[in-house]
């Protein structure tokens, strides 16, 4: 289990957040989910969404998809 953990890709603040949806977008320069361009490095906090039907924090965040969101997203 441990190996597979040291194989994932980090999150870093190169990493950029939409400002429309707040998904991170890990490379590319448009977000795949809203399809925005308008893509910002300033963001904080991280949440991974995996069961978005069950998830409490989804539906407060309003995320219907599973993946890598930003908490806060400065424009």
């Known amino acids: 289990m441990w190996k597979k953990l040291k194989k994932r890709r980090k ?7 939409c400002t429309n949806c707040k998904r991170i977008v890990e490379s590319g320069s ?3 989910i809203c399809k925005n361009d308008e893509l910002t490095r300033n963001w904080r906090g991280l949440v991974a969404i995996y069961d978005p039907e069950d998830s ?4 407060e965040m309003g995320v219907t998809t599973t993946g890598k ?7």
């Open 30 to 32: 448009e977000c795949p």
């Open 11 to 17: 999150i870093t603040m190169a990493d950029r957040a």
């Open 69 to 75: 969101y930003a908490v806060q997203v400065n424009v």
């Open 56 to 59: 409490e924090i989804a539906e």
